[in-house]
């Protein structure tokens, strides 16, 4: 009894003195509407990017992994030779289980993004990444067969091949492209007949009406000819030839030696299919006899290759070099992101930081696929420079010796109009100074379907789109497309933050969650700041010193600077009153009743109410 006569009085004595430290608040002003301090908590959107009017090459090239790379070459390879004489063999164990295992990595890599089939009777293996435009527009490719020769377990052959184009499916499908890209893993090169596999899908493409941008073929890469010099040691086989045709084959095959040599390795060479020793013995011959033009090969140092279909051929051979495959992936990888991230309406562009040391170089590779001026900006920070620009067969056609840069803003070096297609290098040479730093940035135009209209003035969609609006809410309907929002809404994700509005602050017009988060960390959520005209990115919209929620919730404007003013006439201006905690609405004299008056009082009566408690025998029983 004596223990719940205690309880009893304490919890009155919590009671009471919760009331008096609650139930009166300074100023006697509530706070505002307690939806401003709710966070409904929203499943994010899927984060994936989707990609347009950003040229993210670099960061695809990059993004390709060489541990992955040798990995995938060792799991296709290391249970064996993958070879059938004929379709009925297509079932067993070796060639069966690789099919699997292909398969399940194009599903795993891209989470089952990239959608996956079977076709013809050899069992090809077909993954498509689709892109998000609508309508039918041509695709890219990264192909390899999956079948080895008899007894060899085809780790470079073409292990090679299937690695790059299943690294290539997990980098890829990291991002949203316009474009579909096709990953395929044909099956019966080898047997008793010649290269049955991959004609069955170059016809099955045609009957679906598919158009290809380029099909890059792969096929053993990882040894490489020593006696060659090291930009050749990657050979990109080409079949078309001229400058009527220059867009089927030879500007792909120039713009990965761009890619290689720009931003990578520099391991990559064009070569014509009149000098490509393989250019009749893979894949890609079966979709080049077919009308599929544009279609490239890669190849390396087959012809000093001692495991080449032996059965030493396996992924730890001495001989293999895995920068080669991560070359040949990456340069890949940054060709495709190069093209499907034009802007439309602008010329493509160029851009490269780097560092030059003492009496250094650098070279820089352009395909110019259509008349065009190049325009050549360029900023660096003190020191004599030097530029040459030459033309495909090595004529210079501008150059320029500056002693001095801007470091305030870029200097136009010089800009010629060209007519020639083909690959164009600028050089870049550094007098005696110390290292410098330099801004590189490249714009012409290109015509990369030999069309004749130039790629800034088209784009892979109905041109309408650029110019109607069906929700009137300041996006093109084509720009809807691109990110991917409601034609038909000006809020596609419900979030009463328009989607015009969501994109110029950066924010996702397709993830309601964000109009529950807190941008500036302010306890006001964006969907709040938006409606009541406030910066998202400030807690203080006015720049008044006074924290935008303060104002809202004491009555103030946090759209004009009121700082100054006396709201109450107490004497104290509105920032005094925020500094001091006080409030701006009620008259300091009269708060001091209501807080510092009233508190002492119920406080002791609050004790005397205890003290008379405590004097009871038991005053509850």
Same mark, same amino acid.
């Given at each position: 009894m004596h223990h719940d006569c205690m309880r009893r009085q304490w919890f009155v004595l919590f009671f009471i003195l919760w009331f008096c430290t609650s139930s009166v608040s300074v100023g006697g002003i509530e706070p505002i509407n307690?939806?401003?301090?709710?966070?409904?908590?929203?499943?994010?959107?899927?984060?994936?990017?989707?990609?347009?009017?950003?040229?993210?090459?670099?960061?695809?090239?990059?993004s390709v992994r060489i541990s992955d790379y040798r990995t995938f070459v060792r799991e296709i390879s290391e249970n064996g030779s993958r070879y059938i004489m004929d379709a009925s063999e297509a079932r067993l164990t070796n060639n069966r289980n690789a099919r699997e295992y292909i398969?399940?990595?194009?599903?795993?890599?891209?989470?089952?993004?990239?959608?996956?089939?079977?076709?013809?009777?050899?069992?090809?293996?077909?993954?498509?990444?689709?892109?998000?435009?609508?309508?039918?527009?041509?695709?890219?490719?990264?192909?390899?067969?999956?079948?080895?020769?008899?007894?060899?377990p085809g780790a470079n052959c073409d292990g090679s091949g299937?690695?790059?184009?299943?690294?290539?499916?997990?980098?890829?499908?990291?991002?949203?492209?316009?474009?579909?890209?096709?990953f395929l893993a044909f099956n019966g090169l080898f047997g008793f007949r010649f290269m049955q596999g991959s004609p069955q899908v170059a016809i099955e493409f045609q009957d679906r009406g598919v158009e290809f941008l380029m099909v890059y073929n792969v096929d053993t890469i990882l040894v490489q000819d020593n006696e060659l010099p090291t930009d050749e040691r990657?050979?990109?086989?080409?079949? !078309? &030839?001229?400058?009527?045709?220059?867009?089927?084959?030879? +500007?792909?095959?120039?713009?990965?030696?761009?890619?290689s040599n720009n931003i990578g390795q520099d391991r990559i060479v064009p070569v014509s299919s009149l000098y490509f020793d393989a250019w009749y013995s893979s894949d890609h011959y079966a979709f080049f006899n077919r009308g599929f033009n544009a279609v490239c090969a890669f190849e390396s140092g087959r012809a000093v290759d001692p495991s080449f279909h032996r059965a030493n051929d396996t992924w730890d051979n001495y001989y293999f070099d895995y920068n080669l495959g991560y070359e040949t992936t990456a340069a890949i990888g940054a060709c495709m992101a190069h093209i499907m991230g034009r802007t439309y309406g602008e010329q493509t562009k160029l851009s490269y930081d780097f560092t030059l040391g003492l009496r250094t170089s650098k070279k820089f590779y352009i395909p110019v696929?259509?008349?065009?001026?190049?325009?050549? !900006? &360029?900023?660096?920070?003190?020191?004599?420079?030097?530029? +040459?620009?030459?033309?495909?067969t090595g004529g210079l056609i501008a150059s320029g010796i500056f002693n001095h840069s801007s470091a305030w803003k870029p200097s136009n070096i010089f800009n010629p109009t060209v007519s020639t297609k083909g690959l164009y290098t600028l050089i870049v040479e550094k007098g005696d100074e110390s290292p410098i730093g330099y801004e590189l940035r490249i714009s012409y135009e290109t015509d990369i379907d030999g069309n004749g209209i130039a790629d800034s003035q088209e784009y892979w969609i109905d041109q309408a789109l650029f110019l109607s609006d069906q929700d009137n809410d300041g996006l093109s309907d084509a720009e809807e497309i691109f990110y991917g929002t409601d034609m038909l809404s000006a809020d596609s994700d419900g979030d009463t933050m328009p989607d015009k509005f969501e994109i110029t602050v950066g924010l996702n017009p397709n993830d309601p969650a964000d109009g529950?988060?807190?941008?500036?960390?302010?306890?006001?959520?964006?969907?709040?700041?938006?409606?009541?005209?406030?910066?998202?990115?400030?807690?203080?919209?006015?720049?008044?010193?006074?924290?935008?929620l303060w104002e809202l919730e004491n009555g103030l404007d946090p759209l004009f600077d009121d700082s100054m003013l006396d709201q109450d006439g107490d004497g104290k201006t509105n920032l005094e009153e925020y500094l001091n905690g006080t409030n701006p609405q009620v008259p300091e004299s009269m708060e001091v009743p209501i807080v510092y008056i009233a508190?002492?009082?119920?406080?002791?009566?609050?004790?005397?109410?205890?003290?008379?408690?405590?004097?009871?025998?038991?005053?509850?029983?």
């Amino acid at each position: 009894m004596h223990h719940d006569c205690m309880r009893r009085q304490w919890f009155v004595l919590f009671f009471i003195l919760w009331f008096c430290t609650s139930s009166v608040s300074v100023g006697g002003i509530e706070p505002i509407n307690s939806t401003l301090e709710t966070s409904i908590q929203a499943q994010s959107s899927s984060g994936i990017q989707r990609v347009y009017g950003t040229d993210l090459s670099e960061e695809i090239y990059s993004s390709v992994r060489i541990s992955d790379y040798r990995t995938f070459v060792r799991e296709i390879s290391e249970n064996g030779s993958r070879y059938i004489m004929d379709a009925s063999e297509a079932r067993l164990t070796n060639n069966r289980n690789a099919r699997e295992y292909i398969k399940q990595k194009l599903t795993e890599l891209s989470k089952s993004r990239i959608e996956v089939e079977e076709i013809g009777s050899y069992m090809n293996v077909v993954g498509k990444l689709p892109g998000y435009l609508p309508g039918n527009n041509p695709a890219l490719a990264i192909s390899a067969h999956y079948d080895s020769p008899e007894s060899s377990p085809g780790a470079n052959c073409d292990g090679s091949g299937i690695a790059a184009m299943l690294e290539l499916a997990r980098v890829m499908s990291q991002y949203e492209w316009p474009l579909d890209i096709y990953f395929l893993a044909f099956n019966g090169l080898f047997g008793f007949r010649f290269m049955q596999g991959s004609p069955q899908v170059a016809i099955e493409f045609q009957d679906r009406g598919v158009e290809f941008l380029m099909v890059y073929n792969v096929d053993t890469i990882l040894v490489q000819d020593n006696e060659l010099p090291t930009d050749e040691r990657l050979q990109m086989g080409y079949g !078309t &030839i001229g400058q009527s045709d220059y867009h089927n084959g030879q +500007y792909w095959a120039e713009l990965a030696r761009m890619m290689s040599n720009n931003i990578g390795q520099d391991r990559i060479v064009p070569v014509s299919s009149l000098y490509f020793d393989a250019w009749y013995s893979s894949d890609h011959y079966a979709f080049f006899n077919r009308g599929f033009n544009a279609v490239c090969a890669f190849e390396s140092g087959r012809a000093v290759d001692p495991s080449f279909h032996r059965a030493n051929d396996t992924w730890d051979n001495y001989y293999f070099d895995y920068n080669l495959g991560y070359e040949t992936t990456a340069a890949i990888g940054a060709c495709m992101a190069h093209i499907m991230g034009r802007t439309y309406g602008e010329q493509t562009k160029l851009s490269y930081d780097f560092t030059l040391g003492l009496r250094t170089s650098k070279k820089f590779y352009i395909p110019v696929t259509t008349p065009t001026t190049m325009n050549f !900006t &360029i900023r660096w920070f003190g020191g004599a420079s030097s530029f +040459y620009l030459y033309n495909p067969t090595g004529g210079l056609i501008a150059s320029g010796i500056f002693n001095h840069s801007s470091a305030w803003k870029p200097s136009n070096i010089f800009n010629p109009t060209v007519s020639t297609k083909g690959l164009y290098t600028l050089i870049v040479e550094k007098g005696d100074e110390s290292p410098i730093g330099y801004e590189l940035r490249i714009s012409y135009e290109t015509d990369i379907d030999g069309n004749g209209i130039a790629d800034s003035q088209e784009y892979w969609i109905d041109q309408a789109l650029f110019l109607s609006d069906q929700d009137n809410d300041g996006l093109s309907d084509a720009e809807e497309i691109f990110y991917g929002t409601d034609m038909l809404s000006a809020d596609s994700d419900g979030d009463t933050m328009p989607d015009k509005f969501e994109i110029t602050v950066g924010l996702n017009p397709n993830d309601p969650a964000d109009g529950n988060e807190d941008a500036d960390g302010d306890h006001l959520t964006n969907a709040q700041e938006y409606s009541r005209g406030l910066d998202l990115f400030s807690i203080d919209s006015d720049s008044d010193m006074m924290d935008d929620l303060w104002e809202l919730e004491n009555g103030l404007d946090p759209l004009f600077d009121d700082s100054m003013l006396d709201q109450d006439g107490d004497g104290k201006t509105n920032l005094e009153e925020y500094l001091n905690g006080t409030n701006p609405q009620v008259p300091e004299s009269m708060e001091v009743p209501i807080v510092y008056i009233a508190t002492p009082i119920l406080f002791i009566a609050a004790i005397s109410v205890f003290v008379y408690i405590r004097t009871q025998k038991d005053p509850w029983t």
